[in-house]
């Protein structure tokens, strides 16, 4: 198929190209017929322009075409730019020629903002809903948030790997592993690239991997997926604090970066991006813990703190902030005791509007007292074998964290469903699309 190649994007169309010739592609946003001019909206992913289509100016084709034309059909326009006072932006293009490059035949639903569909709706006809505007603003902004990791990973000599996602042993506690058969053999969706990343401290010294985890969870929340994207930064020589650091420091430039390029973006999530102050808050678990009994929420020590709690003491922090030093005996088996006080751990949680955001600490590198740490939760030591035979080759001290990228963007966004930020989310009733 013979058609003219996009030249400028709409959001290239200002004022100053008037008198260029340009080629736009994209849908049909609205149609309107004013007799002798039509006008068509142009839609492409990053906004929309006015096409003007008079008689004199534009080919006879295009004239007879424009009558036909429905919204999302898929067209090519070479036209002027002409700067104008009436247009919206100031600004539109007059055509010269008009190519329908596909007709739409349906839209499974209302993506011009009549009607907002619900969410299980939107979710199911995914492809369609994801051109709305509200949706491209989304997942531009999320382009951007990983791109603005990647700039604090590689400031700080981080090197970006990928480990393998079929894996033979769990890394986060058994229970939410998803079973694959792997030939003869049972393996594993990995849930974290734990292990691996820990592993590569002894090599690559500092790395990190955004990539998907796979957990098996149950829940059917807000905030759970069965996969989702893990930002999982690893690093030799550094310990819990060293690591909190980094992650202020990311948290920071993306909050920065997307305020600076996602203006318009935001404008229309109704977001309006707090400058987040570094460092952020800390405070012990034993803090939260008495804290958290003071306002009426039982929470019995050395037990996990649920959702709820992180919401209260959200209430009383009112920004991002970090519970550290839990029970050894509630973290992974990885996690480094305290030297002062075996029964806490170096350990973190970050939480930003009373959601957990990421799990950090200072990691086990000595492979007596890992083997001891995985016996102690009751694991078999034999099943980690190809992995604690490493830490007799030079294991150097390290500590890192993983972070939820969907639930960053969710709070960031203010989401209420964590599948509102995701492609084409997994959870426990959908598998398609
Ligand atoms: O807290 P988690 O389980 O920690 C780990 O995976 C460790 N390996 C991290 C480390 O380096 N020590 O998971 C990390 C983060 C959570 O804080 C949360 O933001 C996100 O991943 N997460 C989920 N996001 C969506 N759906 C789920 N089911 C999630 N489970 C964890
Ligand atoms: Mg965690």
Known sequence: MKFPRKTHWTCDIKPELDGQEVTLCGWVWEIRDIGKIKFIVLR????????????????????????????????????????????????????KEIHLLNEVKMMPLDIWGNVESELGTRLRYRAADLKRPENLAIFKISSTVVRAMRETFYKHRFIEVFTPKIIATCTEGGADLFEVQYFEKKAYLAQSPQLYKEQLTASLERVFEIGPAFRAEKHNTNYHL?????????????????????????????????????????KLLKVELPKLKRPFKKITYDEA??????????????????????????????????????????????????????????????????LEIASGSTRIHTREMLEKAIRDRGLDPEAFRYHLEVYDWGMPPHAGFGLGLYRLLMVMLNKENIREVVLYPRDRFRLIP
């Open 289 to 354: 813990i008495d804290l958290l009994n003071k306002r009426g929420i039982e929470v019995k020590y050395g037990e996990d703190i649920p959702h709820a709690g992180l919401e209260v003491l959200y209430e009383e922090i009112c920004e991002p902030f970090y519970i550290i030093d839990w029970p050894t005996e509630i973290r992974p088996f990885y996690t480094m005791p305290k030297e002062d006080d075996p029964k806490k751990s170096e350990s973190f949680d970050l939480v930003i509007k009373g």
């Open 226 to 266: 069965n996969e989702f994207i893990s930002v999982d930064a690893e690093a030799a020589f550094m310990d819990y604090n060293d690591i909190m650091n980094i992650i202020d420091e990311l948290i920071c430039n993306v909050y920065e970066t997307v305020s600076k390029l996602h203006e318009e973006e935001l």
């Open 44 to 95: 492409d992913r990053e906004g929309f322009v006015q096409i003007t289509v008079k008689k004199g100016f534009a080919s006879d084709d295009a004239l007879e075409l424009v009558k036909k034309l429905k919204k999302e059909d898929v067209i090519a326009v070479r036209g002027v730019v002409k700067a104008s006072k009436i247009a919206k932006a100031g600004v539109e293009v007059l055509a």
